[in-house]
């Protein structure tokens, strides 16, 4: 099990820039993919982005792909989402995962098997 701990969330203007770091304890952290998911209120939590153990292949959903970026770096033992561009339609909780091996296997909240405690991003108008 690996333990995760998101930080940098807040609140941002339309337009506007925020950058999510997770710190991950716990496992080998180059031996995993790493995820973003989100949760608005009164919605179902979605996949936001995914990287493989290396970084070099990212994954995004279509509602923020060119907007959002997503890397890593195992000798910190982290993972980034830098968020661009930003709309209210972002305003959510982040989650960080982690996958069960090195290479992300598909948006399904299944394929990742530690999670942290979220953070909450405000997008305003």
């Known amino acids: 099990q690996v333990q995760l701990e998101e930080s940098g969330g807040g609140l941002v203007q339309a337009g506007g820039s925020l950058r999510l770091s997770c710190a991950a304890s716990?496992?080998?952290?180059?031996?995993?993919?790493m995820g973003w998911f989100r949760q608005a209120p009164g919605k179902e939590r979605e996949f936001v982005a995914a990287i493989n153990w290396s970084g070099g292949s990212t994954y995004y959903a279509d509602s923020v792909k060119g907007r959002f970026t997503i890397s890593r770096d195992n000798a910190k033992n982290t993972v980034y989402l830098q968020m661009d561009r930003m709309k209210p339609a972002d305003t959510a909780v982040y989650y960080c995962?982690?996958?069960?091996?090195?290479?992300?296997?598909?948006?399904?909240?299944?394929?990742?098997?530690?999670w942290g405690q979220g953070t909450q991003v405000t997008v305003s108008s």
């Open positions: 995962v982690a996958g069960s091996s090195y290479y992300y296997s598909g948006p399904d909240e299944a394929e990742f098997g530690s």
């Open positions: 716990g496992r080998t952290f180059s031996g995993y993919a």
